[in-house]
Each structure stands twice: as C-alpha cells, then as structure tokens.
Nanobody, 122 residues
Framework: QVQLVESGGGLVQAGGSLRLSCAAS????????MGWFRQAPGKEREFVAA????????YYADSVKGRFTISRDKDKKTVYLQLNSLKPEDTAVYYC???????????????WGQGTQVTVSL
C-alpha cells in the first residue's frame, strides 16, 4: 500500500499562486500514476492533473491548462502542483492520488491523501 501526504494549501487572493506537494511512502514501486483531484463544497470530486513517475508524462483538465503545472521528483517520491493565476472557482480541497497506471479523469486510484484546502478570495 502507498501512503500519500499533501501539504502547501492555504488562503490566497485571486491572481496569486500556491504550490502543493504530495509525498509518497510505502510500496511506491507498485504505482506509476500520480495525480491531483479537487472537490469544492457541494460539488463532485473532479480531476485536475496527472503525471507518471517513470516517464514524466503529464495530463491536465481543460479548466487548469496554462495555469497549473504538475511535476515530480523521483528521488524524493514527491509530486508537486504549481497553481498560478488562481481564481475563486479554484477553491476546493485538493487530493493527491496514485494508481498502478497513468491517472486520467475516469481513473479510480488505489490510494488517496487526506487532502489540503485551497481557498482563493476576491
């Protein structure tokens, strides 16, 4: 099993930036896909971005393309999500997830982190 711990959330004004981190531990060799999802109050959880730990291939939701960047540090077993040009509608709990295969919007990841709150004010 893989354990995931997110950090880096917080309160930021519209137009600002944040960087989220997700550190993996445990049986990390069993998974390659890493990704971020988010859930806003009263809404369903939605896919944000994904990356493969071995090849570094990335995939983004249309709503964040050009504003968010996902990256990874293989040695540290850590994935990052750089959030730029933040909007109030980006306010949500952001969850890190991992799966055996590349994560996509329709994926059902095998492990999830506890989530980190991102709040964007006007």
């Amino acid at each position: 099993q893989v354990q995931l711990v997110e950090s880096g959330g917080g309160l930021v004004q519209a137009g600002g930036s944040l960087r989220l981190s997700c550190a993996a531990s445990g049986r990390t060799w069993t998974t390659d896909g890493m990704g971020w999802f988010r859930q806003a109050p009263g809404k369903e959880r939605e896919f944000v971005a994904a990356i493969t730990m071995i090849g570094g291939s990335t995939y983004y939701a249309d709503s964040v393309k050009g504003r968010f960047t996902i990256s990874r540090d293989k040695d540290k077993k850590t994935v990052y999500l750089q959030l730029n040009s933040l909007k109030p509608e980006d306010t949500a709990v952001y969850y890190c997830a991992t799966d055996k295969t590349p994560i996509r919007p329709w994926s059902t990841p095998v492990s999830w982190g506890q989530g980190t709150q991102v709040t964007v004010s006007l």
